[in-house]
């Protein structure tokens, strides 16, 4: 249980055209999704909260615009880079939040996202 | 606010010898804590989490950590390494609930020698 997809696994745009990545429960409700950053050899960056129904919370020094999140149903979660620019070139991670007892929630990460902009 | 130190950025070990990732938290309210491991362009997974109940952590796959609040500490053990524990860890730091903001430690890179 508590698996946690994303889509697609590695992609390559060009310079100035947006991607969307999706992140998906696949056997659990999230009410709350995460997005992070990896940039090579580095930890994770918390990019932004995504609650179902409702705007995300950016992380400060994340550009809104730039990463645009939506979260219009319990099992999935977008993120599209607009106008993607080689900078953006990063290992992208998901994570929903879930059940892992009767009363505690735990997040449960995706496999990432690699996107490279030429 | 809170804060994670993984004190050392890579750490070599021959097979069948013990493994110890140090990490130091600093964090305001009583926190939760985990580790987790990355294996290469894979995502994470977790090995063990302390969340306020026993001190002595046991995770996976043989590993276990020691929540120290005297110390500040939640460092990683396993008493003898094999070569699928070749990969990258992280120390995590929660404030509250699992489900709440992570903030992740810088990481350990961790090798396995024959």
């Known amino acids: 249980g508590a698996v946690v997809s994303q889509h697609p696994s590695r992609v390559i745009c060009k310079s100035g055209t947006s991607v969307k990545i999706e992140c998906r429960s696949l056997?659990?409700?999230?009410?709350?999704m995460f997005w992070y950053r990896q940039f090579p050899k580095q930890s994770l960056m918390l990019m932004a909260t995504?609650?179902?129904?409702?705007?995300?919370?950016?992380e400060q020094g994340v550009e809104k615009d730039k990463f645009l999140i939506n979260h219009a149903s319990l099992t999935l979660s977008t993120l599209t880079v607009t106008s993607a620019h080689p900078e953006d070139s990063s290992f992208y991670i998901c994570?929903?939040?879930?059940?892992?007892?009767?009363?505690?929630?735990?997040?449960?990460f995706g496999p990432g996202t690699r996107l490279t902009v030429t | 606010a809170q804060s994670v130190t993984q004190l050392d950025s890579h750490v070599s070990v021959s097979e069948g010898t013990p493994v110890l990732l140090r990490c130091n938290y600093s964090?305001?309210?009583?926190?939760?804590l985990f580790w987790y491991v990355q294996h290469p362009n894979k995502g994470l997974q977790l090995l063990l989490k302390?969340?306020?109940?026993?001190?002595l952590v046991k995770g996976i796959n043989g590993f276990e950590a020691e929540f120290k609040k005297s110390e500040t500490s939640f460092h990683l053990t396993k008493p003898s390494a094999h070569m699928s524990d070749a990969a990258e860890y992280f120390c995590?730091?929660?404030?509250?609930?699992?489900?709440?903001?992570?903030?992740f430690g810088g990481g350990t890179r961790v090798l396995v020698k024959p």
């Open positions: 056997d659990f409700q999230a009410t709350t």
């Open positions: 995504s609650n179902e129904g409702s705007k995300a919370t950016y």
């Open positions: 995590v730091v929660s404030v509250g609930a699992a489900g709440n903001k992570l903030t």
């Open positions: 994570s929903a939040m879930g059940l892992a007892g009767a009363s505690t929630y735990e997040q449960y």
């Open positions: 964090s305001s309210y009583s926190p939760s």
């Open positions: 302390y969340t306020s109940a026993a001190t």
